[in-house]
């Protein structure tokens, strides 16, 4: 299926709940583990997807993702 890179600031990880709880690493890991063969644009559409079932803030700080895929005919990029 090819190989993803995905790049991120750390506003995915520091994403925060009213509550106080964040995004965090095991969250992203769990997103990308269900990414697989997925295009780079559905990638990224997955993390944005999974920050906004998080917290629907549309006031998001430091935020920013670059996903690029080679191989198996992956889309060419996808980021926000």
């Given at each position: 299926?090819?190989?993803?890179?995905?790049?991120?600031?750390?506003?995915?990880?520091?994403?925060?709940?009213?509550?106080?709880?964040?995004?965090?690493?095991?969250?992203?890991?769990?997103?990308l583990s269900a990414c697989?063969?997925?295009?780079?644009?559905?990638?990224?559409?997955?993390?944005?997807?999974?920050?906004?079932?998080?917290?629907?803030?549309?006031?998001?700080?430091?935020?920013?993702?670059?996903?690029?895929?080679?191989?198996?005919?992956?889309?060419?990029?996808?980021?926000?």
């Amino acid at each position: 299926h090819g190989d993803a890179l995905v790049l991120f600031t750390d506003g995915i990880l520091e994403e925060r709940r009213k509550d106080g709880e964040i995004f965090g690493r095991d969250r992203l890991a769990s997103v990308l583990s269900a990414c697989r063969g997925k295009s780079a644009k559905g990638i990224a559409e997955a993390i944005e997807g999974a920050l906004d079932g998080f917290t629907p803030d549309p006031n998001r700080d430091d935020v920013a993702l670059l996903v690029v895929k080679v191989g198996s005919g992956g889309n060419a990029g996808g980021g926000r």
